[in-house]
């Protein structure tokens, strides 16, 4: 999967990449990331790329003009399917919009700073609009790692069969059921005997109680 972001804080990427499995993905070649910097596709020649707002709000709006004129480099060697812009008010992300842009071949994400971005760009060169949660964050670019790190995960050969996404929370409608290790027994604190049964049959229902139990309590609205 290759995925194109476009943003004016390059720098806040580098530390995300570098990591767990996002950096693996990397390595492994199931993903090609690109960071094109904003102010490199500005015509001003003081690489402005915002301006403010007509109307006389206060804040400074991103222009269409160096957006417009990234997309279209990006576009030149690749049959991008979508283009993302992070924002507070779009789509929020779920477990199932991750598992449908996981499908993807080739993304562009937009990261918005300041007051956003022209509308013009919203209606005419974004395909798709998400946001992370009600909340305002600063910029696009926290947002776009999110959506970045829960899309990666999906991908097939991404994580090892033994942490498979599969079991994640949300994969199966369920949140997950709780986890263990060593030692089995802590400050008078225990693990589950039947995680120490041995019987796998025994073991999955538990597992699979916990799950349904869980989702009851804290996402009652899965059920
Ligand atoms: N940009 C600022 N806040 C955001 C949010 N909550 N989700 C996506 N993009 C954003």
Redesign the pocket.
């Given at each position: 999967m290759r995925i194109d972001i476009i943003t004016c804080f390059p720098e806040m990427f580098s530390s995300f990449f570098s990591y767990s499995i996002v950096r693996r993905a990397i390595n492994s070649k199931k993903i090609n990331i690109n960071i094109h910097n904003l102010r490199d596709y500005t015509l001003d020649k003081h690489k402005k790329i915002d301006d403010y707002a007509y109307g006389g709000s206060p804040g400074l709006v991103m222009m269409i003009e160096p957006i417009d004129r990234c997309i279209a480099a990006i576009k030149v060697d690749n049959d991008c399917q979508e283009v993302i812009?992070?924002?507070?008010d779009?789509e929020i992300?779920t477990q199932s919009l991750s598992n449908e842009l996981s499908l993807k071949d080739n993304i562009i994400i937009l990261?918005?700073h300041y007051k956003?971005v022209d509308e013009r760009v919203r209606t005419n060169l974004v395909t798709r609009e998400?946001?992370?949660?009600?909340?305002?964050?600063?910029?696009?670019e926290?947002?776009?790692c999110?959506?970045i790190d829960s899309i990666v995960r999906l991908i097939p050969g991404v994580l090892s069969n033994e942490v498979s996404a599969l079991d994640d929370s949300f994969q199966d409608g369920f949140v997950a059921p709780p986890v263990y290790t060593r030692p089995r027994e802590y400050k008078g604190m225990q693990v589950p005997d039947v995680l120490l049964s041995g019987d796998k049959k025994k073991i999955d229902k538990w597992l699979f109680e916990q799950s349904v139990e869980r989702t009851k309590k804290r996402r009652p609205s899965l059920i």
């Open positions: 812009y992070m924002a507070p779009g992300l990261c918005g956003g998400v946001s992370i949660g009600d909340y305002v964050l600063s910029g696009g926290i947002p776009a999110v959506l």
